[in-house]
């Protein structure tokens, strides 16, 4: 038989208080559990994880390794067939026979200067502001300027040496060549990444590329 037990309005509100604290406490228990839990998923997975992609990057880097070194000779007898140094070329193609298979080896350059630049950059724009007298030479004074203004990292990019080289040869004018030619003898890039990229025909004649990257894959 269950006694029945009489509280006051004041015990039954310190009661109620003293349940819902001890359910508070048991929320936050269980919340730290979960954490727990989840860190120790976390410890787990990622544990786990790098071995495996360290074990890849290492695979990826010796087949590279091996692609850049069986392409060797190659390279070499493509550099005595055209007459173009190897280094003055940042990418070389190579398709079968069939044209259904399709290999790039290259690598990756950032722009970069000597000191000098800033000289062949004054002479350009001191020849190229003299002209700013109507619109029609306003127009190609701010051309040239666009092509001379830096990237982020405070380079002129090299593509737009070679569109200012091509403008300096139809004005004719020896200072406006002679900036140009100092800009391109200051040119200095440095060699970053060697890549590698692989494209097959699919069955309706289109190139795909073949994902070599971890972001590539879907």
């Not at 727990?36 to 997975?45: I, R």
């Not at 002129?156 to 140009?180: H, N, P, T, Y």
Request: charged share 35%.
């Amino acid at each position: 038989m269950t006694e029945k037990v009489e509280m006051t309005a004041e015990e039954r509100q310190e009661f109620e208080a003293f349940k819902a604290e001890k359910e508070k406490k048991r929320r936050e228990q269980e919340r730290k559990e979960q954490r727990k839990q989840y860190a120790d998923m976390v410890d787990e997975e990622v544990a786990a994880t790098i071995p495996q992609l360290r074990e890849l990057s290492e695979r990826i880097k010796q087949v590279k390794e091996a692609i850049f070194g069986n392409f060797e000779t190659i390279l070499g007898m493509k550099s005595e067939i055209t007459g173009v140094a190897r280094n003055g070329q940042n990418s070389h193609t190579f398709t079968n026979s069939d044209s259904t298979l399709r290999v790039i080896l290259g690598v990756n350059t950032i722009d970069g200067y000597r000191d000098t630049v800033e000289d062949g950059i004054a002479m350009v724009k001191g020849y190229i502001e003299s002209l700013a007298k109507d619109d029609a030479t306003k127009a190609l004074v701010n051309a040239v300027l666009r092509l001379l203004s830096r990237d982020g990292q405070g380079n002129i990019k090299a593509s737009r040496v070679l569109q200012l080289r091509k403008m300096a040869e139809d004005s004719g004018s020896e200072q406006f060549l002679e900036g140009v030619k100092i800009i391109e003898e200051a040119y200095q890039p440095t060699v970053s990444k060697k890549f590698i990229r692989a494209q097959y025909k699919n069955d309706k004649g289109a190139w795909c590329y073949i994902p070599l990257g971890m972001t590539d894959v879907d």
